[in-house]
């Protein structure tokens, strides 16, 4: 189909040595994309760029070269005018807003994913500690009383358990 068209070898390098493009010929057409919708014989092309004006110039050479490209394929030997015309129906326009990054969405799927592994983190740490918190847990483990618990202290900081040989 004539979208695969707009994005050959011959169109993109074409228009690239037409703007000058930074980069090569293959890094530009990763930028291109044409898509025909169905049962019509327009071509739809979205260029992204980080230059939302260089992506309307090339948006817009894209089509000047592809009309330039058909008419040289499409002329008869000993003719000078070709019975298939391209033509531009909507020139390209600079968009009003980028559409990346998309800071809205970036900020949610961070929320989610910090949510997902603070969550996921928590019931991890649960299941592999050791030891009990509370003293009705190993009482029932154990099937006995508790006989003695040792209290928290909190100012002994780094070295909470006191030896005969600590100053």
């Known amino acids: 189909p004539i979208s695969q068209i707009v994005v050959s070898n011959k169109v993109v390098s074409a228009v690239h040595d037409q703007l000058d493009v930074p980069g090569t010929v293959k890094q530009l057409q990763s930028e291109i994309s044409a898509s025909s919708p ?37 002329t008869p030997p000993g003719q000078k005018v070709s019975p298939v015309k391209v ?19 970036d900020l949610a799927v961070g929320v989610i994913l910090g949510l997902a592994l603070g969550l996921g983190g928590a019931v991890l740490r649960e299941k592999l500690r050791g030891g009990f918190s509370e003293r009705t847990e190993a009482a029932e483990l154990a099937g006995a009383p508790v006989l003695a618990t040792l209290p928290d202290q909190p100012r002994l900081g780094d070295r909470p358990l006191v030896v005969a040989e600590d100053s």
């Open 38 to 74: 169905q049962n019509t014989a327009l071509v739809n092309v979205t260029v992204t760029d980080t230059n939302a004006l260089r992506s309307r110039d090339i948006a817009n050479a894209l089509g000047t070269q592809l009309s330039a490209l058909v008419n040289r394929l499409e």
């Open 87 to 105: 033509t531009i129906v909507e020139a390209a326009i600079i968009p009003s807003s980028p559409v990346s990054p998309n800071k809205f969405l």
